[in-house]
């Protein structure tokens, strides 16, 4: 024969879970606010995208732009560093994936044809924050001719890669596009 002791504790159970659940839903409720508070604001979110006119810079001369928050490298590239960085083959390179989000070939190598501007090799434009932890690297200079990042010694070469040193992966290549022939879109 069923015992109503049996039924009662069910049901209070029941009233517990109930209760308990409806309480983590009004804190999560409540607490929410105040972590979304600290995501981007619309002034941040409306810098999402940034464009440079190119036109200025000239064969040999490099500018740096901040784009939402970081600074991005826009090298206009003498034939010599565009050989420079075509000569060094796949097996010298430390990090041989090109970093580039904007590749829409198969291959994402670190060719310098895979770092450079689609169509307009001498351009290079990449996100000028070292990969080991986030100096920012000095142009023109280090052991391969492109950029030295003095906080602890890595070494990029002519196209952006890393050569020598502890950061351990190329710079990194924004999204972007040239709109025009002298104007980029980043972001
Ligand atoms: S941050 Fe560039 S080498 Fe350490």
Not at 107 to 115: F, L, Y
Request: charged share 20%.
């Amino acid at each position: 024969m069923a015992t109503p002791s049996l039924v009662e504790p069910t049901r209070r159970d029941f009233l517990y879970i109930a209760t308990g659940a409806i309480a983590a839903v009004g804190t999560a409720a409540t607490v929410w606010p105040f972590i979304s508070q600290m995501n981007p604001d619309a002034s941040t979110l409306a810098l999402a995208s940034t464009e440079v006119d190119v036109s200025a810079i000239a064969e040999g001369q490099a500018i740096t732009i901040k784009w939402r928050g970081r600074p991005v490298f826009v090298r206009h590239r003498t034939a010599k560093e565009i050989e420079d960085a075509k000569a060094v083959p796949m097996s010298e390179l430390v990090d041989t994936d090109a970093r580039n989000p904007n590749l829409k070939g198969e291959s994402t190598e670190a060719t310098d044809a895979n770092r450079a501007a689609a169509g307009k090799e001498p351009w290079l434009i990449m996100i000028g924050t070292c990969t080991h932890l986030g100096c920012v690297p000095i142009g023109l200079s280090g052991d391969f001719g492109g950029w030295f990042c003095p906080c602890h010694g890595s070494h990029y070469d002519t196209a952006g890669r890393i050569r020598k040193g502890p950061a351990p992966e190329n710079l990194h290549i924004p999204p972007y596009e040239f709109t025009n022939d002298t104007t980029i879109r980043i972001g």
